[in-house]
């Protein structure tokens, strides 16, 4: 039995050793890593459908049984993390893959998953109301939402930061907001609430960050702020016109948001977190590897 195989990605050389190590964990559930063709030669991924999954004790995991389909939450906007491309209509990023893969432990394939983008001010009520059986998308573990819900994880460490056009050499960190700046995020996030309690900043809100990102491009707001994560993958789309600067002032302990309670489920997926080998890595590497984002995968915190 495996004990510690998390990856660092300084260690990525380890990966091989760890995926076949990983191979005989078959206690496991349906975390070992390794590359399979998905049906009708679909894309390879560093996971595999599990089958014959039983787990004992959950609502969440009864509910997904008798529906025959995995209802996940996420975010369609935010490249590298959550995006539908417009275009080809598919969905990537390090939360979706996420997602998949915790649908695939479940013994659920592509097809069996129906993703449903949830704004970051209404994750909790679509938990509370059992419209999602689970919620990947750069939702920060905090304790005034585990009064509503539970979090597996955490998967994904990043920190608040501040987005600007490329040619702002006025503000260069938080430090250097005043009154007259104005700061754009989302309702209901931790980035809107820490910039209204920590600046001077006047705020603009709206459902996405996206919608804040078009602000700033078209000069309607000084700076858009959430995660650097998140800021990273607009700055990578238009270099020209937007930069991240500054340190992160924050911690963002990333968690998969679940049905308050259900601790079979977040046991299966904090486990499948632990003993998941290079599957993390993998999925880390495909989608924010290029990005400049810089992770590790954290310990899984037994207290969330
Ligand atoms: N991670 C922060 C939060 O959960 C900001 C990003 C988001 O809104 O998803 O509030």
């Known amino acids: 039995m495996l004990k510690k195989n998390r990856i660092a990605g300084a260690f990525a050389g380890l990966a091989v050793a760890a995926l076949a190590l990983t191979a005989c964990n078959s206690g496991t559930p349906g975390a070992e890593p390794g590359a399979t063709e998905g049906a009708g030669g679909a894309a390879e991924t560093p996971w595999t459908v599990a089958t014959d999954v039983t787990l004992e004790g959950s609502p969440t995991f009864d509910k997904i049984t008798s529906a025959g389909v995995v209802k996940v939450g996420v975010k369609e906007d935010q490249p590298g993390l959550g995006y539908l491309d417009p275009v080809t209509n ?32 209404n994750r909790e009520q679509a938990l509370v109301n059992g419209d999602i059986d689970y919620y990947v998308g750069t939702y920060s573990i905090t304790d005034k939402r585990k009064q509503q819900i539970s979090f597996a994880g955490p998967y994904f460490i990043t920190g608040q930061g501040l987005l600007v056009a490329a040619d702002n050499d006025k503000i260069t960190g938080k430090d250097a907001l005043t009154a007259d700046d104005t700061v754009c995020s989302a309702t209901g996030s931790t980035s809107i609430q820490r910039i209204k309690e920590e600046t001077q900043a006047k705020t603009k809100e709206y459902d996405t960050y996206s919608a804040c990102v078009e602000d700033l491009k078209n000069g ?40 308050q309670g259900d601790t079979a489920f977040q046991t299966f997926i904090n486990t499948m977190f632990t003993d998941g080998g290079s599957t993390w890595q993998a999925i880390f590497d495909k989608n924010l590897g290029a990005s400049g984002v810089k992770a590790t995968q954290p310990q899984v915190d037994a207290a969330d």
Not at 96 to 105: E, F, L, M, T
Not at 242 to 252: A, I, M, N, R
């Open 90 to 121: 598919t969905r990537s990023g390090f939360d979706v893959d996420i997602a998949r893969w915790i649908a695939a432990s479940l013994g659920y394939d592509e097809d069996k998953i129906e993703f449903q983008a949830i704004a970051s001010a």
């Open 220 to 259: 309607q707001v000084d700076a858009v702020t959430t995660d650097e994560a998140i800021l990273i993958g607009y700055a990578a789309q238009a270099p020209d016109q937007l930069k991240v600067v500054g340190e992160p002032f924050s911690e963002e302990r990333y968690g998969v948001g679940i049905a």
